[in-house]
T-cell receptor
Framework: DADVTQTPRNRITKTGKRIMLECSQTKGHDRMYWYRQDPGLGLRLIYYSFDVKDINKGEISDGYSVSRQAQAKFSLSLESAIPNQTALYFC???????????????FGPGTRLTVL | TQLLEQSPQFLSIQEGENLTVYCNSSSVFSSLQWYRQEPGEGPVLLVTVVTGGEVKKLKRLTFQFGDARKDSSLHITAAQTGDTGLYLCAGRGSSNTGKLIFGQGTTLQVKP
């Protein structure tokens, strides 16, 4: 079974609609991240959370919000979707940094979102 | 703002050829990682380099971290069709936030 799962895997929606992308993990990691991937731009960080009570904005948080419902669950919401939010979205997790650890991130399979 | 520039962005070669992908920045990173991503999947970690000048080998893949910890390279010897994919470098800054800065990625196509 996958350690990091994302639902849905594909979604087509219309401009102005609210949409939620969900991420669950069984790795027991405290840290979770949401990225978007666009061709030629790599992965850009939207939000990250170091524990249930800690939520931080990434480099491109405008137009997005998140909720950390539990250690294992981190959801991303688009309150009013727009076409330039069409992208591939990835959730990732990592363990708490400690001596000798270098923050390997474990990624889910991604959600392909199309906003018409 | 820390940035990582990858080059080339796209590479198409024949099986058996060698190639090098570069990852450059004007900023110093405490560590640098290389990930590989296949279609329909998330990136998967290949290697982490930590020390300036460090070289790590993973079968036919050789990774190097620059002496000043501002750049890195990935060299593939005798590429195989199974090496096809998107290669991403990612750097971690000196703070303990755990955030990674990703390069734009290099799409590698190895033709039989």
């Amino acid at each position: 079974d996958a350690d990091v799962t994302q639902t849905p895997r594909n979604r087509i929606t219309k401009t102005g609609k609210r949409i939620m992308l969900e991420c669950s993990q069984t790795k027991g990691h405290d840290r979770m991240y949401w990225y978007r991937q666009d061709p030629g731009l790599g992965l850009r960080l939207i939000y990250y959370s170091f524990d249930v009570k800690d939520i931080n904005k990434g480099e491109i948080s405008d137009g997005y919000s998140v909720s950390r419902q539990a250690q294992a669950k981190f959801s991303l919401s688009l309150e009013s979707a727009i076409p330039n939010q069409t992208a591939l979205y990835f959730c990732a997790t990592s363990d708490t940094l400690g001596t000798g650890t270098y923050n390997e991130q474990f990624f889910g399979p991604g959600t392909r979102l199309t906003v018409l | 703002t820390q940035l990582l520039e990858q080059s080339p962005q796209f590479l198409s070669i024949q099986e058996g050829e060698n190639l090098t992908v570069y990852c450059n920045s004007s900023s110093v990173f405490s560590s640098l990682q290389w990930y590989r991503q296949e279609p329909g999947e998330g990136p998967v970690l290949l290697v982490t380099v930590v020390t300036g000048g460090e070289v790590k080998k993973l079968k036919r893949l050789t990774f190097q971290f620059g002496d000043a910890r501002k750049d890195s390279s990935l060299h593939i010897t005798a590429a195989q069709t199974g090496d096809t994919g998107l290669y991403l470098c990612a750097g971690r800054g000196s703070s303990n936030t755990g955030k990674l800065i990703f390069g734009q990625g290099t799409t590698l196509q190895v033709k039989p």
